[in-house]
C-alpha cells in the first residue's frame, strides 16, 4: 500500500510500533526470566507491565483515527530480538548475561523512544491531540524505563566479572 500522506505515514509508523510493543511483551518476559540478578529481572517485570499499557494506549490511537489495530512487521524490533538470541546460543557466563539484558534493553528503549517520539511529532502535527497525548505518555515512560536501566547498568558489580 502506498504512503504518500502524513495520515498514513502516521498510520504506518502506529502500526510498527504496535508491532514492536507485542513482540517485547514476551521479550521482556524471557529477560526476566534469563536474569538472575533480582533488582534487573524486576525492572524487566515492571517494564513489562508498563508495556501492556503501551499497547492499550496505541489501540485507543487506532481507534480515535478509525482504524482497527493492525501490526506492520517491524525488521528493527526483530534485529534486535534476534541479535539478543544469537548472543544468548553462546552460552554465557549468566552475569555476563545479566549485563547483557541490560544493554540490549537499553537499545530497544532507543528505539522505542524513537519511534513515540516520531508519532507523537506526527500526532502533533496532524492535530491529533488525544492522540498526541497517549503517545506523549508512553514516550514519556520508554524514557523513564530507559533512565532505570542506565542506572541498574551504571551501578551494577563490574568487580565480579573481572579477572
Do not use: W
Not at 68 to 97: T, W, Y
Amino acid at each position: 500500500m502506498p504512503v504518500n500522506t502524513l495520515e498514513e505515514l502516521f498510520e504506518h509508523e502506529l502500526q510498527d510500533i504496535y508491532f514492536a510493543e507485542h513482540e517485547l511483551l514476551d521479550v521482556l518476559e524471557e529477560l526476566a526470566e534469563q536474569t538472575e540478578d533480582e533488582e534487573i529481572a524486576q525492572a524487566f517485570r515492571d517494564h513489562r507491565e508498563e508495556t501492556e499499557h503501551h499497547v492499550e494506549r496505541v489501540e485507543q490511537v487506532f481507534d480515535m483515527i478509525g482504524e482497527p489495530p493492525e501490526e506492520a512487521e517491524c525488521k528493527g524490533i526483530e534485529g534486535l530480538v534476534e541479535e539478543h538470541d544469537q548472543f544468548m546460543n553462546r552460552s554465557p557466563d549468566q552475569a555476563i548475561a545479566d549485563v547483557y539484558n541490560l544493554t540490549a534493553a537499553q537499545k530497544t528503549e532507543h528505539y522505542e523512544i524513537a519511534a513515540y517520539g516520531n508519532l507523537a511529532l506526527l500526532a502533533d502535527r496532524l492535530g491529533m491531540d488525544e492522540a498526541g497525548d497517549l503517545l506523549h505518555e508512553n514516550l514519556e515512560e520508554e524514557e523513564d524505563a530507559l533512565d532505570t536501566l542506565a542506572t541498574l547498568t551504571e551501578e551494577h558489580d563490574y568487580a565480579q566479572l573481572m579477572d
